[in-house]
């Protein structure tokens, strides 16, 4: 069974930057996408970034361009999220997916990591 472990959230102040990781167990040869989602308290989970394996193509949400960078040096590498220019409105835990069709649509992806938490104090 495929599992997805992220790591490098924690607690930073408005204005700073953090990097997440993502491993995976085993390669994952069904899936060619892989994207950060994340989910603030009391609402919905939502689309941050995804990154295709095979073109290294990437698509951000509106809320993080020019701030986050996704990015994964080859098909079997850890993934990463740069995260810079934090504010509090970024505090969420933030998931790790995997899944064969490239979007920001949760339903689209078939594994999940547990989730690293990420805190923005203003």
């Known amino acids: 069974q495929v599992q997805l472990v992220e790591s490098g959230g924690g607690s930073v102040q408005a204005g700073g930057s953090l990097t997440l990781s993502c491993s995976a167990s085993?390669?994952?040869?069904?899936?060619?996408?892989m994207a950060w989602f994340r989910q603030a308290p009391g609402k919905e989970r939502e689309g941050v970034a995804n990154?295709?394996?095979?073109?290294?193509?990437?698509r951000y949400a509106d809320s993080v361009k020019g701030r986050f960078t996704i990015s994964q040096a080859n098909r079997e590498a850890p993934m990463y999220l740069q995260m810079n220019s934090l504010n509090p409105e970024d505090t969420a835990m933030y998931y790790c997916?995997?899944?064969?069709?490239?979007?920001?649509?949760?339903?689209?992806?078939?594994?999940w990591g547990q989730g690293t938490q990420v805190t923005v104090s203003s």
């Open positions: 085993k390669y994952i040869f069904d899936s060619g996408c």
């Open positions: 990154i295709y394996r095979y073109s290294s193509g990437t």
């Open positions: 997916a995997a899944g064969r069709y490239c979007s920001l649509v949760e339903a689209n992806f078939a594994y």
